[in-house]
């Protein structure tokens, strides 16, 4: 069973909020940096920096960040005889003193977030990390809370939630699958 519950049009807009809030929250864009957990989270950022810029007209600097070696699951994925494949991050980027806007597309748990910002200090040390979620559905195991969020799902931990984006799936949308 299958729900849509962020069609194209409204993916879009979200982006476009976050984007808003984004500028309004910071007096200047300077010293902002923008870092997409790939996969999802890396286009989901590549599409708030593109709205950031039509708005602002000041392009904010990026990166995909890869988190496959800072994962606490990692030895789980091993056990499965199934090789971990880690493509690096899209560029080297210093983010000595910058604040840090870091993407992804799902809050479930919270743990690929404390792996992104384990893998972060390995390109400096970030004066501010600030978390954008497209999804939030709840169930943290740490003490992680989004700064900006496209939308509250209240979910079971039995249901799944797909951020559907372009590259990767051929559409904009967010789905809840039951089982």
Do not use: W
Request: charged share 30%.
């Amino acid at each position: 069973m299958e729900k849509i519950i962020i069609d194209h049009d409204r993916f879009l807009r979200t982006i476009s909020r976050i984007s808003h809030e984004i500028i309004e929250k910071h007096q200047t864009l300077d010293d902002l940096v923008i870092v997409g957990i790939k996969r999802r989270g890396a286009e989901i950022a590549e599409l708030l920096q593109r709205r950031v810029e039509e708005l602002s007209g000041i392009s904010l600097p990026s990166m995909e960040l890869d988190i496959t070696f800072y994962r606490d699951d990692l030895t789980l994925v091993d056990q499965e005889d199934k090789m971990p494949v880690y493509s690096g991050s899209s560029q080297y980027l210093n983010i000595q003193d910058k604040t840090v806007i870091l993407v992804d597309d799902v809050l479930f748990t919270g743990r690929t977030i404390r792996a992104a910002m384990d893998a972060l200090t390995d390109f400096g040390r970030a004066a501010k990390i600030e978390l954008v979620i497209f999804v939030d559905r709840g169930h943290r195991e740490l003490p992680i809370r989004a700064d900006y969020v496209g939308k509250n799902v209240p979910t079971s931990r039995d249901e799944l939630v797909q951020v559907r984006t372009e590259k990767q799936d051929g559409c904009y949308e967010v789905a809840i699958l039951g089982k």
